[in-house]
Nanobody, 118 residues
C-alpha cells in the first residue's frame, strides 16, 4: 500500500521560508520520480517541482513561478522528498501535495497547508 505523508506546512510572513517534507512508504523509493504540486483556493492543482529517481539521475525541474526560490531534494535512505521554500510570497499560499509516479500509477498525499501573509 503506497502512502505519502506531507508535513512542514504553516503560516509564514512574506519573504519567509518553510521546508516541506514528504515521507513515502510502499514503494521502491530510489527508483520513483517524485513531485510537489499545489492548489490554491478556486484554482486548479499546478506543478511546482519534481525530482527524478536514480534512473533519471535525480534531475530536477521547477515551475517558472518558483524557480530560484524553491529547491527540491530527496533522501533515498529515508524515503523522503523535501521542498525548501524561500522568499515566500502571498501567491504561494496553497495546499501543497506530494506526488509519486510508481509503475505508471500516480499517488498523492493528503496535502499540507502553506499560508503566506503579506
Amino acid at each position: 500500500q503506497v502512502q505519502l505523508v506531507e508535513s512542514g506546512g504553516g503560516l509564514v510572513q512574506s519573504g519567509g521560508s518553510l521546508r516541506l517534507s514528504c515521507a513515502a512508504s510502499g514503494i521502491i523509493f530510489s527508483t520513483t520520480d517524485m513531485s510537489w504540486y499545489r492548489q490554491a483556493p478556486g484554482k486548479e492543482r499546478e506543478f511546482v517541482a519534481s525530482i527524478r529517481g536514480i534512473a533519471g539521475g535525480h534531475t530536477t525541474d521547477y515551475s517558472p513561478s518558483v524557480m530560484g526560490r524553491f529547491t527540491i531534494s530527496r533522501d533515498n535512505s529515508h524515503s523522503t522528498v523535501d521542498l525548501q521554500m524561500n522568499t515566500l510570497k502571498p501567491e504561494d499560499t496553497a495546499v501543497y501535495y506530494c506526488q509519486a509516479v510508481y509503475f505508471f500509477q500516480t499517488f498523492w498525499g493528503e496535502g499540507t497547508q502553506v499560508t503566506v501573509s503579506s
